[in-house]
């Protein structure tokens, strides 16, 4: 197939990207809020449950990608969907910690904000493609779920510590890398994903602040 047989869609106009951006965040906020009440109705929630809501959410995430090219309602719906499950699946160690040590909590959040809107805008706005070291960061994020798993059964000298420390640093550059293809998206339907992916983003630079500030160096 020839080039000229291709059309090619044109670049979005500067007011384009600012809708794009504007609808992106409103849904990152949107999802994050029910996220919280999902959080809030699974307070007393037993750890166990947490595995169940986690299943729930994957297959949101997975019905978002496949209803994004022919619904976006249908796309945004299961984007708050996603929002109020994972809610409830973390709900029983945000219960712990706001018990626990309260002020840990406020601190983890407000460090996160700070996080995100420091790597978000870096992301935004260099103008150096940073696919390539998105590519890495995926290796090193399975690295580190296996790191993880690997903690769970062997005792490591400050491995919490090791782990937190190694996530900020791997979803520092994948916040980025989101950000920047928020920027260089050029399809309006493509927010709700974009959305999903930076809401992501601010939920494990959470509970990653949240071990630490909550303990993690033990």
Wanted: glycine content about 10%; overall charge positive; some cysteine.
């Amino acid at each position: 197939m020839s080039s000229e047989s291709v059309p090619l869609r044109p670049p979005m106009t500067r007011d384009a990207a600012g809708t794009l951006l504007g609808q992106t965040m409103g849904l990152v906020a949107v999802t994050a809020g029910l996220f919280a009440v999902g959080a809030y109705l699974g307070r007393n929630l037993a750890y166990q449950w947490g595995w169940l809501w986690f299943i729930a959410a994957f297959a949101c995430l997975i019905g978002m990608n496949v209803a994004a090219q022919r619904s976006q309602e249908l796309t945004v719906t299961l984007l708050f969907g996603f929002g109020v499950l994972m809610g409830l699946a973390v709900a029983p160690t945000l219960s712990y910690y706001a018990s626990a040590d309260p002020q840990a909590v406020w601190q983890a959040g407000a460090a996160t904000a700070l996080f995100i809107a420091g790597f978000g805008a870096a992301g935004y706005t260099t103008r150096r493609d940073l696919s390539a070291l998105a590519r890495i960061l995926f290796w090193a994020l399975i690295g580190l779920i296996l790191f993880g798993i690997v903690t769970v059964f062997v005792q490591i000298p400050n491995g919490a510590l090791i782990y937190a420390v190694l996530g900020l640093v791997i979803f520092a550059g994948l916040t980025a890398f989101d950000f920047q293809r928020l920027r260089r998206s050029q399809d309006i339907r493509s927010a709700p994903l974009l959305a999903a992916s930076i809401f992501l983003d601010i939920l494990n630079v959470f509970l990653l602040l949240l071990s630490l500030f909550g303990g993690g160096r033990d």
